[in-house]
Nanobody, 115 residues
Framework: QVQLVESGGGLVQAGGSLSLSCVFSGSIFDIRVMGWYRQAPGKERELVATITSSSSTNYGDSVKGRFTISRDNAKNTVYLRMNNLKPEDTGVYYC?????????WGKGTLVTVSS
């Protein structure tokens, strides 16, 4: 069974930092892109950051310069380092993996940023 499990969410005050992790397991192979998306209450899910198998990265405009995506192939893990957090960053953060054939989503981890 394929699983993507996010962790690291929690409550943080504005200006603070938080790190998220996503561990994938099961029969996932030929990974092309891994990334993070988020969904704020009452809003559509949006791109946060992606990283390709060649380590190319892409960020949503609202997080550029503040968030950093990285991966550890040996641990089957993708990370998201979030700095200078703002209340607008509040939401459920989802991990996504794209393979040659499939797209997989995690269940999400909640990040709440207080002002």
């Amino acid at each position: 069974q394929v699983q993507l499990v996010e962790s690291g969410g929690g409550l943080v005050q504005a200006g603070g930092s938080l790190s998220l992790s996503c561990v994938f397991s099961g029969s996932i192979f030929d990974i092309r892109v891994m990334g993070w998306y988020r969904q704020a209450p009452g809003k559509e899910r949006e791109l946060v950051a992606t990283i390709t198998s060649s380590s190319s990265t892409n960020y949503g405009d609202s997080v550029k310069g503040r968030f950093t995506i990285s991966r550890d192939n040996a641990k089957n893990t993708v990370y998201l380092r979030m700095n200078n957090l703002k209340p607008e960053d509040t939401g459920v953060y989802y991990c996504r993996t794209i393979t040659a054939l499939m797209v997989y989503w995690g269940k999400g981890t909640l990040v709440t940023v207080s002002s």
